[in-house]
């Protein structure tokens, strides 16, 4: 499956990105440039982390208004699978491509740590190679990653089971609601995450629990 990694000022974890899908599916993904109108076809576009714009507004409020994510919307629409993580899953929330907001840590401190998630929708594109219940470790490094819900739209997405991972065992680095670590939209095709599963597919990372979040994704064989 090809793949492609959005490029926005100020996101400083694109080249984590590229590597962990060059790996992965052993084809570099192309880049998208933040004023480009169009996107080739590909299977999969990723919504890397960082500050993009240096989070004023904000996290995510300019990068989700320029050119490149009227085109990332008629992708979703269209079925193309849409993964943001961390700053992506905020670009994707203020973009309206996904439901709720996310706020200050509820520490109001900068988080950088390893947490747990459990595995809570083992049925959707990003998550089909793990199986539900899985506890798997991931890092996370954000200030703004509390996620919110409107009690409506809280409830919908649980109904739905649009939530693909909690934080598991007390390790919930934020005050998230539910404990929510990320979610898909309706169709289930647009995930979005604070989690870092790029930074832990490999030996050298300390573990590969990243991995099947790729595989399932890039509909490789796991």
């Not at 500050?51 to 996290?59: A, H, P, T």
């Not at 309206?96 to 401190?109: E, I, T, V």
């Amino acid at each position: 499956m090809k793949s492609a990694v959005l490029l926005l000022p100020g996101l400083n974890r694109d080249r984590d990105m590229i590597a962990a899908l060059t790996k992965i599916s052993g084809e570099p993904p192309i880049t998208v440039w933040q004023t480009e109108t169009e996107i080739p076809d590909v299977d999969l576009i990723v919504i890397p982390g960082g500050f993009s714009y240096g989070d004023y507004l904000r996290c995510g409020a300019i990068a989700a208004r320029m050119p490149v994510m009227e085109a990332v919307r008629r992708k979703a629409e269209a079925g193309v699978r849409v993964m943001g993580v961390c700053n992506g899953f905020q670009i994707l929330v203020e973009a309206g491509l996904l439901p709720g907001a996310l706020m200050r840590n509820a520490s109001l401190k900068f988080v950088c740590r390893e947490v747990q998630l459990q595995v809570t929708n083992a049925d959707t594109a990003f998550s089909a190679h793990y199986n539900r219940g899985d506890i798997i470790r991931c890092p996370v490094a954000h200030h703004d990653g509390n996620y919110f819900a409107a009690p409506d739209a809280l409830k919908k997405l649980e109904d739905n089971d649009q939530v693909v991972f909690r934080y598991a065992n007390g390790t919930n680095p934020n005050g998230s609601i539910n404990d929510i670590a990320g979610i898909v939209n309706e169709a289930g095709n647009v995930l979005g995450m604070m989690p870092h599963p790029e930074n832990l597919i490999e030996a050298a990372h300390g573990g590969t629990d990243g991995n099947a979040l790729f595989t399932s994704a890039l509909g490789i064989a796991a």
